[in-house]
């Protein structure tokens, strides 16, 4: 009972603090939808919500379309981008210290599967030397993947792939948020 009551509070200071987000509130007051990703939800945020995340935060992100249609491979969209995934990035500036801009999100153009972009579990970033540096001193280096990126893998299970252009990241967790 008193692991329930304290489970309780740390819950309601999280949500006091927006750092958690209750599936029924993001689908309430963000336009979230969830998803069932075997017995757990999966909270999705809409464009707006994840760029004011992302913004509050001091994340960047660009598009080389100029646009944020989820439709347009030239756009980058944050449409049903994984609260994880959101929370995951902004992660990953407070612990890198390091200027961080979202290149590729959720818009169609990225390859297909169940921890994809379009599924809201990848984000792509650019490659600035601070960033590199600290994922390559700070992650374990693993087996590149099959396409020939090299990959590491933090504590928190999200992996991080270094493509010809950008840092391709698998959030599966929020990276310790």
């Known amino acids: 009972m008193r692991s329930t009551a304290i489970a309780g509070a740390w819950a309601a200071a999280l949500l006091t603090a927006g750092l958690l987000v209750t599936p029924a509130a993001a689908a309430q007051d963000t336009g979230g939808q969830q998803t069932q990703a075997g ?3 999966v909270t999705k945020l809409s464009h707006a919500d994840a760029s004011a995340r992302f913004k509050a935060a001091g994340v960047a992100w660009r598009s080389s379309g100029n646009c ?8 980058t969209s944050f449409s049903g981008l994984n609260l994880n995934s959101a929370l995951g990035a902004i992660t990953l500036k407070k612990a890198g210290g390091c200027a961080l801009t979202i290149t590729g999100g959720t818009e169609t153009g990225h390859a297909s599967g169940t921890y994809s972009h379009w599924n809201g579990y990848k984000l792509d970033f650019d490659p600035t030397s601070c960033l590199t540096h600290y994922i390559t001193g700070t992650f374990t280096r693993i087996a590149d993947r099959s396409d020939g990126a090299a990959q590491y893998k933090a504590a928190s299970g999200n992996i991080y792939a270094r493509e010809s252009n950008h840092w391709d990241v698998t959030f599966h967790t929020c990276g310790g948020c």
């Open 39 to 41: 017995a757990a939800a």
């Open 68 to 75: 944020s249609d989820r439709n347009r491979s030239t756009c």
